[in-house]
């Protein structure tokens, strides 16, 4: 865990660019920091790795001063991704991922075969490693910066505004990338953005920073959506927040309506073959039997966007919970797969575990 334990940063003409911040990052767990230019997160991010020695406080990495460690030491146990992925253009992309592991002394084969690993993870081709940087797109570049980050296996990854060079599409890409990344190496990560959009995507728990570095607030993406701290904390997570949520919350939240309750909606009923299998919707009222095509969601998979989707096109506004096998186990309405977006007893303002406040 990384604790920032009263942690400030005035430069010597007299800019507070930290005022003092207490904030816990829990290991194993995607940390994003985001708030608006010059509120202080570079400066935050790099008290991490001694690049910035703080003039108050303290950085605690696993319960240990960062100060009394050995900067050179303690970089080589910490991931580092900037923006632009800040490559050496003269050396070749392979030799690039391997400038930890050389550092390290490791032996050339060695760690030119973890680069080729790494390579392989962040999903580039092995013809790749040849290249030099020049001769990759900014998105490759970026991917190459994560694969070198990631290179020692180090336990802690830092992270400022590593994607925000490149276009929306790509940007998506790396972004998905570093989800399944994460899954699979749970690595403590401190992210640096200053787009809500990123920062709720990626973010386990997301600390939203005003000037100095005081928390404005610090929840998990969805909290942050539907319950901002106060009218600044909502005005910088935009007008369309609530539906930005719709994508967060997992689609198990709707309380649907087994099957063995009815499939009359209304006018409407839900077929199903022997198999449970969704035929279509039929108008009870209508004098053909004309089939409505029937869409549905996976309770277990899609998040609450699909699920409103399925029921928004759907004739009778109703969506179809889906097993794996595409059997119908329930049926959820417009209405309930909203109501799924309301969190029960959570309070304007409340803040997730691990949150310390700002001073
Ligand atoms: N060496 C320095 N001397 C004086 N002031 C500095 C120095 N470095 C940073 N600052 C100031 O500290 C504040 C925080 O800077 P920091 O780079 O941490 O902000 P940021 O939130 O990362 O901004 P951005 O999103 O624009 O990158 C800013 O007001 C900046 O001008």
Redesign the pocket.
């Known amino acids: 865990m990384i604790r920032f334990d009263g942690a400030g ?1 005035r ?3 007299g ?4 005022e003092g911040l207490d904030l816990d990052v829990p290991s194993g767990r995607i940390t994003v920091l985001v ?12 008290m991490v790795n001694r690049m910035v020695e703080p003039s108050s406080g303290r950085v605690l990495l696993d319960g240990t001063d960062v100060a009394e460690l050995e900067p050179a030491k303690l970089r080589r146990g910490i991931g580092y991704v900037i923006q632009q992925a800040g490559l050496f253009p003269h050396r070749k992309v392979i030799d690039n991922i391997a400038t930890v592991p050389y550092l390290l002394g490791w032996d050339r084969r060695k760690a030119r075969a973890r680069a080729a690993e790494l390579l392989e993870l962040v999903g580039l081709a092995p013809e790749t490693g040849k290249r030099y940087p020049f001769q990759l797109s900014g998105g490759q570049q970026q991917r190459v910066g994560v694969a070198r980050a990631l290179a020692a296996d180090p336990p802690v990854l830092l992270m ?2 590593p994607f925000s060079a490149v276009d929306p599409v790509v940007r998506a890409g790396l972004q998905d990338e570093l989800l399944r990344l994460q899954s699979e190496l749970h690595k403590t990560v401190l992210f ?1 953005t ?1 787009d809500i959009e990123e920062a709720v995507r990626l973010g386990d728990q997301v600390v939203v ?1 005003r000037a ?2 005081r928390i404005a607030q610090l929840a998990d993406p969805h909290t942050l959506l539907t319950a901002p701290a106060d009218d600044d904390v909502a005005a910088f997570l935009g007008r369309d927040r609530g539906l930005r949520g719709l994508g967060l919350r997992p689609a198990s939240a709707v309380d649907a309506r087994p099957v063995s309750d009815g499939l009359r909606y209304g006018g409407w009923e839900l077929t199903l073959d022997d198999d449970h299998l969704p035929i279509g919707w039929i108008d009870r009222d209508a004098v053909t039997a004309e089939l409505h095509p029937a869409s549905g969601y996976r309770p277990d998979t899609d998040t609450l966007r699909t699920a409103l989707d399925a029921a928004v096109l759907s004739p009778a506004g109703v969506a179809v919970a889906l097993d794996a096998d595409g059997r119908a186990i329930g049926t959820a309405s417009r209405e309930a797969v909203l109501a799924a977006l309301a969190v029960p007893g959570d309070e304007p303002g409340s803040t997730t575990d691990g949150a310390t406040g700002g001073r």
Do not use: N
């Open positions: 940063k430069h010597p003409d800019t507070i660019a930290v708030g608006p230019s010059g509120c202080g997160k570079t400066t935050l991010l790099r400022d505004e640096v200053h920073l100095q570095g």
